[in-house]
Protein backbone atom coordinates (compact mmCIF):
# COMPACT_ATOMS: atom_id res chain seq x y z
CA UNK A 1 0.00 0.00 0.00
CA UNK A 2 1.21 3.32 -0.88
CA UNK A 3 0.55 4.93 2.06
CA UNK A 4 -0.09 2.67 4.84
CA UNK A 5 1.71 -0.51 5.26
CA UNK A 6 1.02 -3.73 7.70
CA UNK A 7 3.36 -5.81 9.21
CA UNK A 8 2.88 -9.27 10.65
CA UNK A 9 4.36 -9.69 13.83
CA UNK A 10 3.48 -12.86 14.96
CA UNK A 11 0.00 -12.41 15.98
CA UNK A 12 0.26 -8.67 16.48
CA UNK A 13 -0.46 -6.83 13.07
CA UNK A 14 1.21 -3.32 12.86
CA UNK A 15 -0.45 -0.88 10.55
CA UNK A 16 1.50 2.64 9.89
CA UNK A 17 0.36 5.51 8.19
CA UNK A 18 3.13 6.25 6.24
CA UNK A 19 2.65 9.79 4.48
CA UNK A 20 5.48 11.97 6.86
CA UNK A 21 5.85 14.79 4.11
CA UNK A 22 2.90 16.17 4.88
CA UNK A 23 2.92 14.39 8.48
CA UNK A 24 0.66 11.80 8.11
CA UNK A 25 -2.17 13.67 7.39
CA UNK A 26 -5.17 12.12 5.96
CA UNK A 27 -6.18 12.53 2.25
CA UNK A 28 -9.11 10.48 0.02
CA UNK A 29 -5.67 7.78 -0.88
CA UNK A 30 -4.71 7.16 2.38
CA UNK A 31 -7.74 6.40 3.55
CA UNK A 32 -8.55 4.26 1.13
CA UNK A 33 -5.03 2.27 1.53
CA UNK A 34 -6.26 2.36 5.16
CA UNK A 35 -9.84 0.84 4.74
CA UNK A 36 -7.82 -1.75 2.25
CA UNK A 37 -5.36 -2.82 5.21
CA UNK A 38 -8.10 -3.11 7.87
CA UNK A 39 -9.81 -5.36 4.95
CA UNK A 40 -6.91 -7.02 5.03
CA UNK A 41 -6.23 -8.36 7.93
CA UNK A 42 -6.61 -12.02 8.97
CA UNK A 43 -8.82 -12.21 11.80
CA UNK A 44 -7.78 -15.90 12.55
CA UNK A 45 -3.96 -15.13 12.80
CA UNK A 46 -4.28 -11.88 14.16
CA UNK A 47 -5.23 -11.25 17.80
CA UNK A 48 -4.45 -7.23 18.41
CA UNK A 49 -3.49 -4.52 15.99
CA UNK A 50 -1.67 -1.64 16.93
CA UNK A 51 -2.02 1.73 14.93
CA UNK A 52 0.82 4.17 14.13
CA UNK A 53 2.40 7.06 12.78
CA UNK A 54 5.53 7.06 10.47
CA UNK A 55 8.23 9.25 11.38
CA UNK A 56 9.50 10.77 14.85
CA UNK A 57 7.15 13.82 14.66
CA UNK A 58 3.62 13.16 13.97
CA UNK A 59 1.16 10.58 14.26
CA UNK A 60 -1.80 12.09 11.82
CA UNK A 61 -1.96 15.83 11.30
CA UNK A 62 -5.55 15.59 10.48
CA UNK A 63 -7.77 15.26 7.52
CA UNK A 64 -5.65 16.91 4.47
CA UNK A 65 -6.44 20.50 4.80
CA UNK A 66 -5.19 21.34 0.97
CA UNK A 67 -7.84 18.76 -0.02
CA UNK A 68 -10.87 19.60 1.64
CA UNK A 69 -9.91 23.60 1.18
CA UNK A 70 -11.54 23.69 -1.83
CA UNK A 71 -14.87 21.11 -1.38
CA UNK A 72 -18.04 21.98 -2.03
CA UNK A 73 -20.62 21.25 1.16
CA UNK A 74 -21.77 17.95 -0.92
CA UNK A 75 -18.07 17.08 -1.71
CA UNK A 76 -17.44 17.87 2.22
CA UNK A 77 -20.38 15.63 3.21
CA UNK A 78 -19.13 12.89 0.80
CA UNK A 79 -15.40 13.03 2.21
CA UNK A 80 -17.05 13.13 6.13
CA UNK A 81 -19.12 10.29 5.49
CA UNK A 82 -15.97 7.89 3.14
CA UNK A 83 -13.68 8.87 6.75
CA UNK A 84 -16.35 8.11 8.73
CA UNK A 85 -16.87 4.55 7.67
CA UNK A 86 -13.59 3.75 8.26
CA UNK A 87 -13.02 4.75 11.02
CA UNK A 88 -16.04 3.05 12.06
CA UNK A 89 -14.44 -0.17 10.35
CA UNK A 90 -11.91 0.33 12.79
CA UNK A 91 -13.81 0.50 15.78
CA UNK A 92 -15.29 -2.46 14.94
CA UNK A 93 -13.03 -4.95 14.40
CA UNK A 94 -13.42 -7.49 16.41
CA UNK A 95 -9.86 -7.62 17.85
CA UNK A 96 -8.32 -5.12 19.89
CA UNK A 97 -6.78 -1.86 18.56
CA UNK A 98 -3.98 0.05 20.80
CA UNK A 99 -3.33 3.36 19.11
CA UNK A 100 0.34 4.29 19.76
CA UNK A 101 0.21 8.50 19.16
CA UNK A 102 4.11 9.14 18.32
CA UNK A 103 3.30 13.23 17.50
CA UNK A 104 1.17 15.32 16.80
CA UNK A 105 -2.83 13.65 16.65
CA UNK A 106 -4.56 16.24 15.63
CA UNK A 107 -8.14 16.60 14.10
CA UNK A 108 -8.88 13.43 11.73
CA UNK A 109 -5.90 12.30 13.69
CA UNK A 110 -7.13 12.37 17.21
CA UNK A 111 -10.61 11.16 15.71
CA UNK A 112 -8.26 8.19 14.01
CA UNK A 113 -6.51 7.61 17.72
CA UNK A 114 -10.21 7.75 19.58
CA UNK A 115 -11.26 5.01 16.83
CA UNK A 116 -8.84 2.19 18.87
CA UNK A 117 -9.58 0.52 21.88
CA UNK A 118 -6.74 1.76 23.68
CA UNK A 119 -4.23 4.65 23.10
CA UNK A 120 -0.83 5.34 24.93
CA UNK A 121 1.69 7.97 23.56
CA UNK A 122 5.10 9.56 23.32
CA UNK A 123 6.57 12.23 25.13
CA UNK A 124 6.22 14.37 22.68
CA UNK A 125 2.21 13.80 21.45
CA UNK A 126 -0.16 17.18 21.37
CA UNK A 127 -3.65 16.04 20.83
CA UNK A 128 -6.22 18.26 19.40
CA UNK A 129 -9.81 18.92 17.98
CA UNK A 130 -8.23 22.32 15.69
CA UNK A 131 -11.41 22.25 13.36
CA UNK A 132 -13.27 25.74 14.65
CA UNK A 133 -10.14 27.42 13.66
CA UNK A 134 -10.32 26.25 9.96
CA UNK A 135 -14.26 27.08 9.90
CA UNK A 136 -15.66 24.01 9.79
CA UNK A 137 -16.75 21.32 12.95
CA UNK A 138 -14.73 17.78 13.48
CA UNK A 139 -15.91 15.16 10.91
CA UNK A 140 -14.41 12.30 11.39
CA UNK A 141 -16.42 11.55 15.10
CA UNK A 142 -14.69 13.95 17.22
CA UNK A 143 -17.88 15.62 18.31
CA UNK A 144 -19.06 12.05 19.42
CA UNK A 145 -15.77 10.02 20.43
CA UNK A 146 -14.15 12.72 22.55
CA UNK A 147 -17.04 13.04 24.86
CA UNK A 148 -16.98 9.63 25.20
CA UNK A 149 -13.84 9.32 25.91
CA UNK A 150 -13.23 12.36 28.32
CA UNK A 151 -16.01 14.01 29.47
CA UNK A 152 -18.85 17.06 27.93
CA UNK A 153 -17.15 19.43 29.97
CA UNK A 154 -13.08 19.37 28.71
CA UNK A 155 -14.15 17.40 25.42
CA UNK A 156 -16.29 21.26 24.59
CA UNK A 157 -13.62 22.90 26.03
CA UNK A 158 -11.48 21.13 24.00
CA UNK A 159 -13.26 21.39 20.80
CA UNK A 160 -14.41 25.11 20.82
CA UNK A 161 -11.53 26.62 22.26
CA UNK A 162 -9.62 24.22 19.41
CA UNK A 163 -6.91 24.17 22.17
CA UNK A 164 -3.79 21.67 21.83
CA UNK A 165 -3.25 19.47 24.80
CA UNK A 166 0.07 17.76 25.35
CA UNK A 167 0.76 14.34 26.23
CA UNK A 168 1.07 14.58 30.06
CA UNK A 169 -2.28 16.42 30.02
CA UNK A 170 -3.61 13.88 27.94
CA UNK A 171 -2.86 11.15 30.68
CA UNK A 172 -4.29 13.44 33.26
CA UNK A 173 -7.52 13.39 31.85
CA UNK A 174 -7.54 10.00 30.35
CA UNK A 175 -7.42 10.07 26.87
CA UNK A 176 -4.45 7.99 27.10
CA UNK A 177 -3.71 5.17 29.01
CA UNK A 178 0.19 5.93 29.66
CA UNK A 179 2.76 8.22 27.85
CA UNK A 180 6.78 6.85 26.90
CA UNK A 181 9.55 8.15 25.94
CA UNK A 182 9.41 8.35 22.18
CA UNK A 183 11.91 5.85 21.36
CA UNK A 184 10.35 2.81 24.20
CA UNK A 185 6.72 3.57 22.24
CA UNK A 186 6.34 1.12 19.78
CA UNK A 187 8.29 -1.69 22.51
CA UNK A 188 5.81 -0.82 24.84
CA UNK A 189 2.78 -1.24 22.33
CA UNK A 190 3.97 -4.66 20.81
CA UNK A 191 4.37 -5.38 24.51
CA UNK A 192 0.87 -4.51 25.66
CA UNK A 193 -0.61 -5.77 22.62
CA UNK A 194 1.35 -9.32 23.26
CA UNK A 195 -0.20 -9.59 26.68
CA UNK A 196 -3.64 -9.32 24.95
CA UNK A 197 -2.64 -11.62 22.44
CA UNK A 198 -1.43 -14.39 24.75
CA UNK A 199 -5.11 -14.59 26.22
CA UNK A 200 -7.98 -16.98 24.60
CA UNK A 201 -8.65 -14.80 21.67
CA UNK A 202 -12.67 -15.73 21.95
CA UNK A 203 -12.96 -14.14 25.42
CA UNK A 204 -10.77 -11.22 24.57
CA UNK A 205 -13.27 -10.63 21.50
CA UNK A 206 -16.41 -10.86 23.75
CA UNK A 207 -15.17 -8.77 26.37
CA UNK A 208 -14.76 -6.19 23.62
CA UNK A 209 -18.52 -7.10 21.77
CA UNK A 210 -19.61 -6.69 25.49
CA UNK A 211 -18.30 -3.30 26.35
CA UNK A 212 -19.03 -2.00 23.18
CA UNK A 213 -22.84 -3.13 22.98
CA UNK A 214 -23.31 -2.52 26.43
CA UNK A 215 -21.64 0.51 27.93
CA UNK A 216 -23.99 3.42 26.75
CA UNK A 217 -26.92 1.45 27.17
CA UNK A 218 -28.99 1.29 30.63
CA UNK A 219 -27.46 -1.52 33.16
CA UNK A 220 -30.95 -4.08 32.52
CA UNK A 221 -29.93 -4.07 28.42
CA UNK A 222 -26.21 -3.87 29.39
CA UNK A 223 -26.35 -6.97 32.10
CA UNK A 224 -27.93 -8.92 29.16
CA UNK A 225 -25.53 -7.91 26.91
CA UNK A 226 -22.90 -8.85 29.45
CA UNK A 227 -24.31 -12.26 29.88
CA UNK A 228 -24.87 -12.91 26.23
CA UNK A 229 -21.21 -12.84 25.78
CA UNK A 230 -19.91 -14.65 28.61
CA UNK A 231 -22.05 -17.62 27.86
CA UNK A 232 -20.57 -17.81 24.37
CA UNK A 233 -17.02 -18.47 25.68
CA UNK A 234 -18.06 -21.63 27.36
CA UNK A 235 -17.68 -25.29 25.62
CA UNK A 236 -14.53 -23.71 23.63
CA UNK A 237 -11.80 -25.34 23.40
CA UNK A 238 -9.99 -21.92 25.01
CA UNK A 239 -12.32 -21.96 28.13
CA UNK A 240 -11.84 -25.58 28.13
CA UNK A 241 -8.12 -25.47 28.45
CA UNK A 242 -8.13 -21.96 30.94
CA UNK A 243 -10.16 -23.61 33.26
CA UNK A 244 -8.59 -27.40 33.13
CA UNK A 245 -4.86 -25.43 33.56
CA UNK A 246 -5.89 -23.52 36.52
CA UNK A 247 -7.20 -26.54 38.25
CA UNK A 248 -4.51 -29.10 37.50
CA UNK A 249 -1.86 -26.61 38.36
CA UNK A 250 -0.59 -26.03 35.07
CA UNK A 251 0.29 -23.13 32.23
CA UNK A 252 -1.57 -23.15 29.54
CA UNK A 253 -0.60 -25.10 26.77
CA UNK A 254 -1.13 -21.97 24.30
CA UNK A 255 -4.61 -20.24 23.42
CA UNK A 256 -6.19 -22.00 20.09
CA UNK A 257 -8.25 -19.35 19.22
CA UNK A 258 -11.18 -22.58 18.91
N1 LIG B 1 -3.14 18.70 5.93
C1 LIG B 1 -2.26 18.88 4.91
N2 LIG B 1 -0.94 19.10 5.07
C2 LIG B 1 -0.49 19.17 6.34
C3 LIG B 1 -1.35 19.01 7.45
C4 LIG B 1 -2.74 18.76 7.21
N3 LIG B 1 -3.61 18.55 8.18
N4 LIG B 1 -0.60 19.13 8.56
C5 LIG B 1 0.65 19.35 8.15
N5 LIG B 1 0.75 19.38 6.81
C6 LIG B 1 1.91 19.60 5.99
C7 LIG B 1 2.30 21.07 5.96
O1 LIG B 1 1.55 21.77 5.00
C8 LIG B 1 3.77 20.97 5.57
O2 LIG B 1 3.84 20.70 4.19
P1 LIG B 1 4.98 21.51 3.27
O3 LIG B 1 4.71 22.95 3.46
O4 LIG B 1 6.29 21.05 3.84
O5 LIG B 1 4.71 20.99 1.88
C9 LIG B 1 4.23 19.71 6.27
O6 LIG B 1 3.03 18.95 6.55
C10 LIG B 1 4.94 20.00 7.59
O7 LIG B 1 4.08 20.81 8.35
P2 LIG B 1 4.58 22.17 9.06
O8 LIG B 1 5.66 22.80 8.26
O9 LIG B 1 3.38 22.98 9.33
O10 LIG B 1 5.19 21.60 10.39
P3 LIG B 1 5.27 22.34 11.81
O11 LIG B 1 6.11 21.46 12.67
O12 LIG B 1 5.66 23.77 11.65
O13 LIG B 1 3.79 22.32 12.36
C11 LIG B 1 1.64 21.31 12.87
C12 LIG B 1 3.17 21.09 12.66
C13 LIG B 1 0.98 19.94 13.03
C14 LIG B 1 1.41 22.12 14.15
C15 LIG B 1 1.08 22.08 11.65
O14 LIG B 1 1.47 21.41 10.47
C16 LIG B 1 -0.42 22.15 11.67
O15 LIG B 1 -1.02 22.93 12.39
N6 LIG B 1 -1.05 21.32 10.80
C17 LIG B 1 -2.49 21.33 10.68
C18 LIG B 1 -3.12 20.63 11.86
C19 LIG B 1 -4.61 20.67 11.79
O16 LIG B 1 -5.23 21.76 11.79
N7 LIG B 1 -5.18 19.50 11.72
C20 LIG B 1 -6.61 19.38 11.65
C21 LIG B 1 -7.03 19.34 10.24
S1 LIG B 1 -8.77 19.46 10.14
C22 LIG B 1 -14.97 16.44 7.82
C23 LIG B 1 -14.12 15.40 7.78
C24 LIG B 1 -12.96 15.44 8.48
C25 LIG B 1 -12.58 16.55 9.20
C26 LIG B 1 -13.45 17.59 9.26
C27 LIG B 1 -14.64 17.55 8.59
N8 LIG B 1 -16.17 16.43 7.06
C28 LIG B 1 -16.03 16.52 5.67
C29 LIG B 1 -17.41 16.52 7.71
C30 LIG B 1 -11.31 16.60 9.83
C31 LIG B 1 -10.67 17.80 9.85
C32 LIG B 1 -9.33 17.89 10.27
O17 LIG B 1 -8.64 16.95 10.60
Known sequence: MGFVTYKQDGFVGVITIDRPKALNALNEEVLKDLESVIDGIDLKETRAVVLTGAGEKSFVAGADIGAMSKMTKEEGRVFGKFGNDIFLKLEALPIPTIAAVNGFALGGGNELAMSCDIRICSENAVFGQPEVGLGITPGFGGTQRLVRAIGTGKAKEMIYTGSNIKAEEAYRIGLVNAVYPQGDLMAAAMKLA?????????????????????????????????????????????????????????????????
Request: proline content about 2%; overall charge negative; hydrophobic content about 35%.
Open 194 to 258: NKIASNAPIAVQNCKRAITEGYLSDMGHAAEVEEKWFGDCFETEDQQEGMAAFLEKRKVEGFKNR
